[in-house]
């Protein structure tokens, strides 16, 4: 049964969708919530690939956030061993980071839906196929990274030229939220930390807008999401048969926790670059 480490930033930056197919294909999972813990020293060598999700960090920060450091060490490894591994929003920063690309404020964040457009690239990609010529994707962030060397480039939009990225045949960085559901973007609206994001960013009277789209577009935004990380997923092997009932119907982390599934959820304040 393949098993999947998931490094998490902040509580209000889970998983989203992403966590429902995961346990409804089996997988198992740790988790590693580096606010909560931010001394915690990881290995990947007993996993069979690497999520990085997003959160309020920046990469230049690891002066002063050490488990920055840790998370590059580890991406580093991973991609020595040619595991999976997936970057989300600040992870595909941090994958960028570690391949030698720089990472920079945008002039202007990005936040709410926006279109992205796939490369040629990226339209034959496996993993990124389902997006087909391009995708509204939800966003938010106020960072960017460079295409590191011997990367290929896989999506672009009008405020970030690079939104997408393969390293190799196994390792994506994707700066946009596939992941976000409608109740997670709820929850970023109700959260203090992106109300600040948003008033920082210019954005603070759209949050019924940035509401009214999510009803319009989240749907369709699911089922890309259902196909592009099922895909992510297979690179670490066949999917393994659900091993439970609550995985089979996609336990998420707030029903209660399966007594077979490692997860370690935490923290408190959350925010995303």
Known sequence: MSRFLVFQHVAAAPLGSLDCLLRRRGHRLRFVNFERDPAARPEVERYDGLI?????ANVDEQDRRDHLSTELR???SALK?????????????????ALGAPVQRLPTPEIGWHRIETTAAGRSDSLMAPLGLGAPVFQWHGCGFGLPAGAVQLASSRG???????????AYGLQFHLEASSALIRRWLQTPAYAEDLRDGGHADEGAAI???????????????EAVFSR??????????????LATAGWSP????????ELRLGGSRAGHR
Do not use: M, S
Not at 160 to 170: D, H, K, L, S, W
């Open 52 to 56: 990085v999700l997003g959160g309020a």
């Open 74 to 76: 580890c991406i580093e």
């Open 81 to 97: 061993r040619e595991l999976p591994v997936l970057g989300i929003c600040l992870g595909a920063q941090l994958l960028a980071h």
């Open 160 to 170: 970030c030229e690079q939104q997408a990225f393969r390293y190799g045949a196994r």
């Open 211 to 225: 509401l009214a789209d999510t009803r319009r577009l989240v749907h369709a935004q699911q089922a890309r999401a």
């Open 232 to 245: 992510f997923l297979d690179l670490a092997g066949p999917a393994p048969r659900p091993h439970n009932r």
């Open 254 to 261: 707030w029903l209660p926790k399966p007594p077979t599934t």
